[in-house]
Nanobody, 121 residues
Framework: EVQLQASGGGLVQAGGSLRLSCAASGFTFADYAIGWFRQAPGKERERVSCLGSSDGRTYYADSVKGRFTISNDGAKNTVHLQMSDLKSEDTAVYYC??????????????WGKGTLVTVSS
């Protein structure tokens, strides 16, 4: 069974840090790009970051550049999203997803359930 499990969300004060994890199972992790998305109440889903499958390239939305870092723990089939200097506008439900490339041509082959990040000001 294919599964993506996001975890690590919580309540944090502005300026603080959190690390999200996306654990994959049931498929060959290294064959896919893994992306992080977020959706705030009343807003559209936004792609936050992505880690490419073949070349390991990273992508970051302008809103998180310099504050978020995506990394791969291949041995554990897990992708992390280290979030620092968090702002109230980072408050959202965060999802991880897998697709062939960071362009997400299939709009996400696999999606995990979200994890809520709440940043208090």
């Amino acid at each position: 069974e294919v599964q993506l499990q996001a975890s690590g969300g919580g309540l944090v004060q502005a300026g603080g840090s959190l690390r999200l994890s996306c654990a994959a199972s049931g498929f060959t992790f290294a064959d896919y790009a893994i992306g992080w998305f977020r959706q705030a109440p009343g807003k559209e889903r936004e792609r936050v970051s992505c880690l490419g499958s073949s070349d390991g390239r990273t992508y970051y939305a302008d809103s998180v550049k310099g504050r978020f870092t995506i990394s791969n723990d291949g041995a554990k089939n897990t992708v992390h999203l280290q979030m620092s200097d968090l702002k109230s506008e980072d408050t959202a439900v965060y999802y991880c997803a897998a697709d062939w490339t960071c362009g997400f041509p299939e709009e996400g082959l696999y999606w995990g359930k979200g994890t809520l990040v709440t940043v208090s000001s």
